[in-house]
């Protein structure tokens, strides 16, 4: 479920995310593999400034390897500790209590240095709706853990989930708002499913991801679609190359309305559809 994030949501989500940061050590900070840059809140930055962070790269399966490859080189780089799971089936999963209790290796060191025993390592999942943030929590419990949706605001008593030897999961994740500003943002945001279907225009959606996956996979475009003469391309098509594509989409799929005209409605649907259900291949929106 997403829902739409109005000032006072974000506000009380923000509020939200500072308590629940106190009560603990580590952030795991989830984002979508095929828009790892676009599915995070820079607030994270701000409000998880002083606590270790592991940014993991979840629905690896669903983005192109190579490029989730490219992606965690910058972000180790950058000096970000990062992994990369499907939550879905728990590939990747089991290694995030290790990746976890390396990040709380100095906390530990210096309690110990005090004569005291370090507890478990706390950690809670952060990230903007539909990443998959109930999904790897359930992977992690073992079970399903009941969803409260992502309602800022909505609140039920918070447990820690024992997973493996060294770490406590909060069983609640935290969730902030996606980004707004930029367009080509938020029409990859949409284009993954990040934002609500009725505040998007498919549309819009659609000329997005055939320009972007003309740029960086047109053999795709042209297997999935029966187009024979699909050049690659290095600049950003014009808007007329791309309703060409569309008509000739269209004319394949059947979706032709009244006096032969093409139907664009129905033609962007099968597009955005077909990107979503992986019809077209593992491919990722943005690279670094
Ligand atoms: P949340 O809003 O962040 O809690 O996201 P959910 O856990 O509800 O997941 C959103 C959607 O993504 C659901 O349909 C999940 O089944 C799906 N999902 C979550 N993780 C993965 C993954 O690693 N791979 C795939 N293919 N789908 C996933």
Known sequence: MTIQWYPGHMAKAKRQMIEKIKLIDVVIELVDSRIPESSRNPLVDEIAADKPRLLILNKADMADPHVTSAWKDTFKQKGYSVHSVNSQTGEGTKAIPDLVHQLTLKKREKLESKGFNARADRALILGIPNVGKSTLINRLANKKIAKIGDRPGVTKAQQWIKVGKTMELLDTPGILWPKFEDPDVGLRLAATG??????????????????????????????????????????????????????????????VAGGGHIDYDRTAEIIVRDYRSQKLGRLTLERP
């Open 194 to 255: 990040a934002i609500k279907d009725e505040l998007v225009d498919f549309q819009d959606i659609a000329v997005f991801l055939l320009k972007t996956l003309w740029m960086s996979y047109p053999e795709t475009l042209s297997d999935r679609y029966g187009i024979s003469d699909l050049p690659p391309i290095e600049a950003e098509p014009a808007i007329e190359e791309i309703v060409e594509l569309f008509d000739v989409i269209g004319k394949r799929r059947g979706c």
